[in-house]
């Protein structure tokens, strides 16, 4: 359990405190994770993660299982060898309280996105994921209740990266839609308040033409989009109380296999194969030709 000593040294250093929200439709698992996050700290047992709801503090929260008002709490992280103070921020998921949603996310320095793992994408993800975009702040996916895809829907290991890989790209499919926006605003402001000028010959006209498609190129190849090798995407169970990233497994396998983590890394999502004679890893087709 981390001391009020502890606490109150990291509060006087404003470079090590971070706040964080969680976002996600209702019922995705947001206050259960909140739960497993304060369990890491001591505060209360891993036992209680998911039943006690302790971030809920309202009775009327309590009585109807969901989250009204947003609340936060003060938790003790170490990473890299430094600590932090992370203020978490867990926020309502039902619509009729979306008002909570928008303080919290103007109050945070960064969003924890929670989706369902069998349910995917959900009207309130797609709000959530606008309002983090319309403040500015970079979010962090979580695909949370991996169990259901083993408990529930029966899947087979392969079965269920197909499934992720779906309910990924309905994530992606909505930052999309929101780049898109943003790039036909940025186009039409350039437009309305760009003074005319003389008619320019047709070589002008092609130039910025090919200038303006390399820069939508340059926006579109940004960090905007989900990919679990950029370590931005997080699959977990946290009424479980576990969840993982593709660079945990990069470096448990890094040393065993022989191969530089940041290869392993990149390529341990995706159709990519490992050849153990070489040590290289290589993608289908180039390994059917070889064979």
């Not at 250093?13 to 909140?34: E, M, Y």
């Not at 947003?70 to 060898?81: D, E």
Request: with cysteine.
């Amino acid at each position: 359990t981390t001391s009020n000593d502890v606490v109150r040294r990291l509060q006087r250093n404003s470079k090590n405190i971070r706040n964080i929200c969680i976002l996600a439709h209702v019922d995705h698992g947001k206050t259960t994770l909140a739960d497993s996050l304060i369990a890491s700290n001591g505060i209360i047992s891993q036992r209680q993660a998911g039943k006690v709801r302790y971030m809920d503090n309202r009775e009327d929260e309590q009585e109807r299982g969901i989250t009204m008002k947003s609340s936060a709490i003060a938790l003790y992280h170490q990473f890299g060898g430094g600590e932090y103070l992370v203020n978490l921020i867990d926020s309502p998921g039902h619509i009729d309280f979306s008002s909570e949603v928008s303080t919290a996310v103007r109050l945070c320095d960064g969003a924890l996105v929670v989706v369902d793992a069998v349910e995917g994408v959900c009207p309130q993800t797609h709000t959530v994921l606008s309002q983090a975009w319309g403040e500015g702040i970079k979010p962090c996916l979580l695909i949370n209740k991996l169990d259901r895809l083993i408990l529930e829907l029966k899947h087979s290991p392969l079965e269920a990266f197909y499934h992720l890989q779906q309910v990924l790209e309905q994530v992606n499919a909505v930052m999309a839609m929101l780049h898109t926006s943003k790039v036909v605003e940025a186009a039409n402001q350039r437009e309305m308040f760009q003074p005319p000028a003389n008619k320019p010959d047709q070589t002008g006209d092609q130039d910025e033409d090919e200038k303006a498609e390399l820069d939508c190129k340059e926006e579109e190849g940004g960090s905007d989009y989900f990919t679990p090798e950029s370590g931005n995407v997080m699959f977990s169970s946290a009424l479980d109380g576990w969840g993982f990233s593709v660079g945990h497994f990069s470096d448990m396998y890094a040393k065993k296999l022989g191969i530089n983590a940041e290869v392993l890394r990149k390529t341990l999502w995706g159709n990519y194969f490992l050849n153990t004679k070489t040590k290289r890893v290589c993608k289908k087709a180039q390994r059917y030709d070889k064979d």
